[in-house]
């Protein structure tokens, strides 16, 4: 697991702004989501194109809160990084600079719709009522990314708790777009996940200071479960 630690002194700084630690642990769970981001066998798996080994040792919290939401009346969204020829033309930028010709390639062949590490991880736990959708970019909510913004605003959903993988990439993308769109966003501390601890703690204090309610799993688990009590 991640070594978290948050600034000391950006939390005194937030704590000092906002008047409390959290603000968002009194939750409406008819009007809470919880997006998991990212957790394919592409980003999990041992030897995977994009392996993140801290996001297997996260699976355990991230199916605790789906469980929990799951029970008081939430939503469960399983994001699922996609790249076809649409999203190969329109993002051609980042495929055509940011990669050599071979890595270019692995990637759109490990996240083609319906290919072994575009598939979601097996150790999450997935039901009936839970929606799976699929995103072209690094962030669900730029526009025709992906359909996540009309699902949530279809069921009245204006909270959503954050976990997934890359911290500091789709997970962060995600959690900054959705709160200039007015959603309110909870982001789990020790159940999102990046390559190093240093780029996910600069996530976790750029979260803190300016999108988000940094929460640990438990704090969350007790959120959920207060909710409607």
Known sequence: ?????????????????????HIFDKLDMRRTAHVIVDLQNGFMEPGAPVEVPVAREIVGAVNSISTAVRERGGQNIFLRMTIDEGSQASWSN???YMHSGATRLRLAEAFARDSHYWRLWPQLEVTGTDIAIEKTRFGAFVPGASR????????????????????????ESTARDAMQMNYK?????????ALTDAAHNATL?????????VMTTQEVLAAVRRAGD
């Open 1 to 21: 697991m991640h070594n978290v630690r948050l600034s000391p002194e950006l939390q005194a700084a937030v704590l000092a702004q906002r008047g409390r630690a």
């Open 94 to 96: 980042w495929f055509a």
């Open 148 to 171: 996540l913004h009309e699902v949530l605003q279809d069921r009245g959903i204006d909270t959503l708790i954050i976990t997934g993988t890359l911290t500091n990439c789709c997970c």
């Open 185 to 193: 966003i909870i982001f789990v501390a020790d159940a999102n996940a």
């Open 205 to 213: 204090d750029n979260m803190l200071m300016l999108f988000a309610d």
